[in-house]
């Protein structure tokens, strides 16, 4: 009997170790984790997230059409693990104020616009699931923007008079957030 159950104990433990091998093996080659910083007047801001590729794909669009990414439909704003952004102050972002701290950061698409919310629950890998609305902080709508074709996600951080701008980019859509000192 005890060697049945080691035998079904080991049979676990060799699937589990096989399943964490391909996911930070193959599936993190095709969307490698990068973080993005910004540092400007004290103000640190990081993102970590995972970058997929276009790779001939529809990303935004209708779900009839087979979009990657559908409208109206929750959008962990890259790939595997959850989106992360810290602030190392108290901001307003897009004009909502935001404690310093770290957030999953996630969105739900549109075609005029989306909702990019930052959410307490942290630490979610394989994201594919919703978050816990409940732990939402803020939900703030950004408008779509063309954008020359980008075949990778990328989101990097620019300054200007009134603050920062965090700009998401993929296929031709662009997303920007203000980001200002409370």
């Known amino acids: 009997m ?3 159950i080691f035998i079904g104990l080991g049979v676990v433990f060799v699937a ?3 399943f964490f ?3 930070s093996l193959v599936v993190a080659k095709r969307s490698p984790q990068k973080t993005t910083t910004f540092n400007d007047k004290g103000l640190d801001i990081k993102v970590v997230y995972c970058q997929p590729y ?3 794909r529809l990303i935004f669009g209708e779900e009839k059409d ?3 990414q559908p409208y109206g439909k929750y959008w962990r704003l890259g790939a595997n693990a959850a989106t992360e ?3 190392s102050k108290d901001i307003n972002f897009s004009g909502q104020p935001v404690k310093a701290g770290t957030y999953r950061m996630y969105a739900m698409p549109g075609a005029s616009a989306f909702q990019i919310s930052l959410n307490k629950e942290l630490g979610v890998y394989l994201a594919v699931n919703e978050p ?6 803020i939900k703030v709508d950004v408008p779509v923007q063309t954008a020359p074709e980008t075949e990778q996600l990328t989101i990097n951080f620019g300054s200007d008079s009134t603050g920062v701008n965090m700009d998401v980019l993929w ?3 662009l997303l920007r957030v203000p980001i200002t000192l409370q």
């Open 66 to 68: 087979k979009a990657l």
């Open 21 to 23: 091998l391909y996911a």
């Open 85 to 87: 952004i810290t602030f």
């Open 132 to 137: 816990d609305y409940t732990m939402d902080v």
């Open 54 to 56: 276009k790779k001939g």
């Open 2 to 4: 005890k060697k049945k």
């Open 16 to 18: 589990l170790v096989a």
């Open 171 to 173: 296929d031709k859509t």
